[in-house]
């Protein structure tokens, strides 16, 4: 459960109009990164065995503006696997191809309440996904990819999400290879999803292709590209690159804010009010329509899998640079506008 004290004494911001100046939010920044760099909950994930290895002192975060202005913190270049974050780009992908009726008519967008790699989840609805934030509807998604072999349909994945890091990403092999060896229980959701003909072609091989993607390395300051990209209307805003649609970048978004952060989206968005996505290395991207995005890396995670630091110091952004989605304050009174004024809205 999240611990908003963490940053409930950080002044509420409004989400209505910009980021302050560059130099502000560099700041806002960089004090976030300071105030969390002592803290210590969580746990690293150990379920695939080569992350339990990693260096839980790690603590990096990145904020990208949508007018292109950079701002990286800590270890915010330091390479991690994506994991679960590539399902909402991989889902923007999905759209992009398919478009937004076929795709919601093969995977839901509603919250399962379960854990991301619930058998449950999937059995309770018939085989029908229920999200593609979780693992069946993420391997369902990969599925829609385009191409006439899993070779091609991972190439597909690749060359997207690096459209939307502006950077050709690369697989962690090591990674990938000790998931690979220790994905029995994604094979069975895929399998399961062959049972109930909710998935087309072999399902090892389409776990294999989600398996790879989410062993993609990237960094903390690659999620806030990609992040942005989403919140420029699907324009990369370090390359210019057009990456996909806004119409697909409204659609993403609002399935990534109601299942982002798995059976705790709803605390998430009650506390920080912002559509986020985490991976069980330890990233977190979220991501501010018009303004850009944040993102954090810090491998020890709560229960639910989500990074404890990187929750805590994009709540502190969310608060700080005004990107809870929800905040707002009472617009000045209009004085073109004519007619009575509203009950307080008077002149000052
Ligand atoms: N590759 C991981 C899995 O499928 C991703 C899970 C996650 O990041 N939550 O189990």
Not at 4 to 29: C, F, H, K, M, Y
Not at 32 to 41: D, L, Q, S, V
Not at 70 to 88: N, R, T, W, Y
């Amino acid at each position: 459960m999240l611990d908003p004290v963490a940053w409930l004494d950080v002044p509420q911001e409004v989400s209505t109009g910009t980021l302050p100046g560059w130099e502000r939010v560099d700041e806002i920044v960089r004090e976030a990164h300071a105030r969390y760099a002592g803290e210590r909950g969580g746990r690293v994930a150990d379920y695939i065995p080569v992350l339990a290895e990693v260096d839980p002192e790690l603590f990096g975060l990145a904020v990208i503006e949508v007018g292109g202005g950079v701002h990286d913190a800590g270890d915010a270049l330091h390479p991690f696997s994506i994991q679960s974050i590539s399902k909402m780009f991989v889902y923007a992908l999905a759209i992009q191809e398919h478009g937004h009726e076929r795709v919601r008519d093969i995977v839901g967008v509603n919250n399962t309440g379960l854990a991301f790699n619930s058998v449950v989840a999937l059995e309770l609805n018939e085989g029908h996904p229920r999200n593609p934030m979780v693992n069946a509807g993420a391997i369902a998604t990969t599925a829609l990819m385009p191409g006439a072999t899993a070779v091609e349909q991972w190439e597909r994945v690749r060359e997207g999400l690096s459209a939307f890091a502006g950077r050709p990403l690369s697989l962690d092999g090591e990674v990938y290879a000790s998931e690979a060896a220790s994905n029995d229980r994604n094979r069975a959701l895929g399998w399961l999803l062959k049972s109930y003909g909710r998935l087309a072609g072999d399902p090892d091989q389409i776990v294999d292709v989600y398996t790879r993607q989410c062993a993609l390395s990237v960094t903390a300051h690659d999620l806030a590209v990609m992040g942005a990209t989403l919140a420029d209307g699907g324009v990369n805003p370090i390359t210019g690159e057009r990456v996909v649609t806004a119409d697909v970048c409204r659609d993403t978004l609002a399935v990534v804010a109601a299942s982002g952060l798995y059976e705790n989206s709803g605390d998430w968005l009650f506390e920080i009010g912002l559509p986020a996505k985490s991976g069980v290395a330890g990233g977190i991207v979220a991501v501010s329509p018009g303004k850009g995005a944040a993102a954090g890396f810090s491998p020890r995670l709560d229960d639910a899998g989500n990074s404890v630091r990187s929750q805590m110091a994009i709540g502190h952004l969310s608060r700080s640079l005004g990107l809870n989605l929800f905040a707002s304050a009472p617009a000045q009174a209009d004085d073109s506008r004519s007619g009575p004024r509203p009950a307080g809205k008077e002149r000052s």
